[in-house]
């Protein structure tokens, strides 16, 4: 049995052609309400999620727009880390993700997780 955190990190590496993407955020929204520290790491094409605009483009029924997903996260204290390699094969810069997106290495994710973060990969 897993001892009792406070955290939780989820890895997302599926980008706005997925429903994934959404159950991710839903996931980490439900994390925030039961009283968690929720960080997302996105990597691969999750990278597309929090480019500036590109999450209008995915609804999932009956889950909330992907848009609204991510903005409630973010009002809500989540934290949303962004591969730094994955960013830049994309050619894209920190001006083109949204406001609050950090792009940071995998080391915050594993210092959440040294401190006991659960983790959930999507």
């Known amino acids: 049995m897993q001892a009792e955190t406070e955290k939780l990190v989820n890895v997302v590496t599926k980008g706005i052609d997925s429903e994934l993407s959404s159950v991710a ?4 929204n439900g994390g925030l309400t039961a009283g968690l ?10 990278i597309d999620l ?3 605009g590109a999450q209008r483009l995915t609804e999932v ?3 909330k727009p992907l848009a609204a997903l991510i903005e409630d996260f973010q009002a809500r204290g989540g934290v ?15 001006s083109d993700l ?3 997106v950090i792009v940071v290495g ?9 401190q006991g973060a659960a983790t959930l990969s999507f």
């Open 25 to 28: 955020f839903t996931i980490a």
């Open 37 to 46: 520290k929720v960080s997302m790491f996105l990597t691969s094409t999750a």
């Open 50 to 52: 929090v480019r500036r």
């Open 61 to 63: 029924t009956p889950l």
């Open 80 to 94: 949303i880390w962004a591969c730094p390699p994955c960013v830049q094969s994309r050619g894209y810069e920190q």
């Open 98 to 100: 949204l406001d609050g």
């Open 106 to 114: 995998a080391s915050a994710m594993h210092a959440e997780i040294r």
